[in-house]
């Protein structure tokens, strides 16, 4: 440090600016005030040194691009649109199912009967409607019955049971039987083709409590036999 005489002004960079002091005191009094004033503006650069990393941090919290990460980071919930409606199904339930055995076909021996007050889907038995009774096929199905003999042909649908006789596949309605010309003989071999079949519907069979079983429209009568 230089001597320091009286009069002499001494400046101190501050950073902000210069400072100006009048040594208005002698050497050794100078050179105290001096450090003094050397350690007290080196106290006060260490303190804004430390508040500015605190600041920096302040602000990095409360910047816009944090807050728009904590605003993506919320869970958001959506109150359902009473205008969204399911998606329509690809086709009505079993037309798949219709479809695929539409043409499905058989062989066997043809029977008829002429008596029955019910058949087993709960309709009146009529021996003038073309109808027939099948072990398996559903209540409803178009079945076209063909004569292998003749060649005649006949569609009838099916609304009963049976038959239940070893190697016959189809019991016919008195007409139907006649359509075929096979009355006389009681039985032929025919061909049996499904033309279509209805729509899948739950099966429902009806028992009765009481005498004999009365089975509404639409059941199915499981006693019923040749």
Request: proline share 7%; charged share 20%; glycine share 10%.
């Amino acid at each position: 440090m230089p001597p320091i005489s009286r009069g002499t002004t001494l400046r101190f960079d501050v950073g902000a600016g210069t400072v100006g002091l009048n040594a208005l005191c002698d050497r050794p009094a100078a050179g105290r005030l001096v450090r003094w004033l050397t350690v007290a503006l080196s106290a006060a650069s260490l303190a804004a040194c430390a508040q500015a990393p605190i600041g920096a941090k302040r602000a990095g919290i409360f910047s816009p691009s944090r807050q728009a990460a904590l605003e993506n980071s919320r869970p958001v919930w959506f109150a359902p649109d009473s205008r969204l409606v399911a998606a329509p199904r690809s086709g009505p339930p079993g037309a798949g199912d219709a479809a695929a055995g539409a043409h499905s076909f058989s062989q066997g021996i043809a029977s008829f009967y002429t008596e029955g007050t019910q058949t087993a889907n709960g309709e009146r038995f009529n021996t003038n409607a073309m109808t027939a009774a099948h072990r398996t096929l559903p209540f409803g199905t178009k079945l076209r019955v063909t004569s292998l003999a003749s060649g005649r042909s006949v569609t009838v649908r099916i609304n009963d049971r049976g038959p239940f006789v070893k190697g016959r596949v189809v019991d016919l309605s008195l007409s139907a039987a006649q359509a075929l010309g096979m009355v006389d003989a009681g039985v032929a071999k025919v061909r049996l083709d499904v033309v279509s079949k209805p729509k899948r519907q739950a099966k429902r069979v009806c028992f009765s409590t009481r005498g004999t079983p009365q089975a509404p429209h639409g059941c199915e009568r499981p006693d019923r036999q040749a």
